[in-house]
């Protein structure tokens, strides 16, 4: 199926997005694997968002994404967004499930990892991977580590633990101490991974690891590896005032354009890109 827009994110920004573009009539994929905005669901509360004073922020990411969903023309797809390729006129979106086809895409992913761990960016690609359900069968039989951001991570741990040999896993959050795991939980500093033509070994504060590959698994991963092409300035989207990118067909909007990063700010240009779509693709 071909859909008009692909927005790719469920914050404040895409769903302010979602909400005109079905309201204009345009077949829209949105990409959510998650919580919409786990970061904004955790504001315990919220007094500068016009009109809805002192609501929690887990409230106000509810109505938004009630809003946004009530309309059909909006499909939610709980997946992770690994790439994006531009294909002819259009753009091909993989996910760690499928692919899909839009005419335009909005980034609306939010805030980027600050900081990559030393040596990621080296062997990106040489077994370091943010995907498991993607490369997984790489590694059958394997010794792999998965470094998870969220919960969300535990079940990539548990797909890798049904076809590797062994799974260590390095929560860099608070795990539940309730549930029973098929994996080996570490938790430790992590220093550096390290290898030579590929990944070798996990540096730690305690120990060292031996793997041949790394997952690391977060709620956003870099943009530049989602989407290459993409003009980035100071680690953030490039954008001109319509939230157009240096790509024909592609807008941004919301926390990955920079700051100040802001609820009400996120909204207004996932509204201004809409607008910008829709004119691109009348």
Request: aromatic content about 8%; proline content about 3%.
């Amino acid at each position: 199926m071909m859909f008009d827009i692909a927005i790719i994110g469920g914050g404040p920004a895409g769903l302010s997005s979602a909400v005109t573009g079905a309201i204009r009539k345009k077949k829209i994929a949105l990409f959510e694997q998650g919580e919409f905005s786990a970061k904004l669901q955790k504001a315990h509360t919220v007094d500068n968002y016009v009109g809805l004073p002192e609501i929690s922020g887990k409230d106000l990411m509810q109505k938004m994404a009630d809003h946004a969903l009530s309309y059909e023309e909006v499909s939610l797809i709980k997946e992770k967004v690994t790439n994006i390729f531009i294909d002819n006129d259009n753009f091909m979106i993989l996910t760690n499930k499928g692919n899909y086809q839009a005419k335009s895409v909005i980034m609306a992913i939010g805030v980027a990892p600050a900081k990559l761990l030393p040596g990621e960016k080296e062997f990106l690609g040489r077994g370091v991977s943010y995907c498991a359900t993607c490369d997984g069968m790489l590694y059958k039989g394997k010794e792999v580590v998965v470094i998870g951001y969220t919960a969300e991570a535990e079940h990539e741990a548990e797909y890798l633990a049904e076809i590797c040999e062994k799974v260590t896993y390095l929560p860099q959050y608070k795990m539940s101490d309730e549930k029973k795991y098929s994996f080996i939980i570490k938790k430790d500093i992590i220093k550096e991974i390290v290898g030579t033509m590929k990944v070798e070994q996990l540096v730690l504060g305690q120990e060292t690891i031996a793997a041949d590959g790394i997952f690391i698994i977060r709620a956003t991963d870099p943009i530049d590896n989602i989407f290459p092409e993409l003009a980035l300035e100071n680690q953030v989207v490039k954008v001109d005032r319509d939230m157009a990118t240096n790509i024909k067909g592609v807008f941004a909007a919301g926390d990955c354009i920079g700051k100040p990063w802001q609820i009400s700010k996120a909204s207004g240009e996932g509204l201004v890109a809409i607008h910008s779509v829709i004119n691109y693709l009348n």
